[in-house]
């Protein structure tokens, strides 16, 4: 890599963490969806960076992002009840994180930018030429993968004590939630991949043509 784009790199890198800090640690990262579930924005700079910067920086992003998210649930939890299940320093009653919650802060967001990154590359290959449904169908693909990643983390590692909090309907909670908050997090985070990227990798073809 060039200095020339060495710094370019830095520069996207660093804008992309700005906005991610912004939508992490401010209001204008949340949607309303039902009640006390909300549609958060905080994969769009994740998906973003993959599509544009690569995998690996996709990834790298990720880790941001679950490190904020690590630490907005243990200083400032939006939902005190079950914060431990992302924080293993947070404590409710009788319930305790632990490393299972590191897994769940960070795993399924470091998969946003793997699965995002590498589905764009696949797809890329599949469709040439057809850069609106290869964004679009990768950053819809990478959110659904923290959804599901992170309720399959619960399941896992919190499936006993998360029940004993709210009983049976644990089930109708994952699925509401996947479906008033993952489905459209992944609508929107398609709609923004596609908007973003498309405009910017024209730019960029043509300052290197």
Request: glycine share 10%; hydrophobic share 55%.
């Amino acid at each position: 890599m060039t200095k020339k784009n060495r710094t370019l790199f830095l520069t996207q890198f660093s804008i992309l963490l700005a906005i991610e800090i912004v939508f992490c640690f401010t209001p204008l990262g949340s949607l309303p969806a039902l009640g006390p579930i909300v549609a958060t924005l905080s994969a769009i700079p994740v998906v973003i960076t993959a599509l544009l910067l690569g995998t690996g920086a996709g990834a790298a992003m990720g880790a941001f992002a679950g490190l904020f998210s690590l630490i907005i649930w243990t200083l400032i939890p939006p939902m005190p009840i079950s914060a431990f299940v992302f924080s293993p320093f947070y404590s409710f009653g009788k319930f305790h994180g632990n490393f299972g919650s590191l897994l769940i802060s960070f795993v399924p967001r470091i998969l946003i930018g793997v699965v995002t990154g590498l589905v764009y590359q696949a797809l890329s290959k599949i469709f040439p030429g057809k850069n609106v449904l290869c964004f679009s169908l990768s950053a819809a693909l990478g959110s659904l993968t923290n959804t599901f990643g992170v309720m399959g983390g619960i399941w896992l590692f919190f499936g006993a004590q998360y029940s004993s909090l709210v009983g049976k309907a644990m089930l109708d909670i994952i699925g509401l939630t996947v479906l008033t908050s993952g489905i459209p997090e992944a609508v929107i985070n398609a709609i923004a991949a596609s908007a973003v990227c498309k405009p910017v990798k024209l730019i960029l073809s043509k300052r290197r043509s």
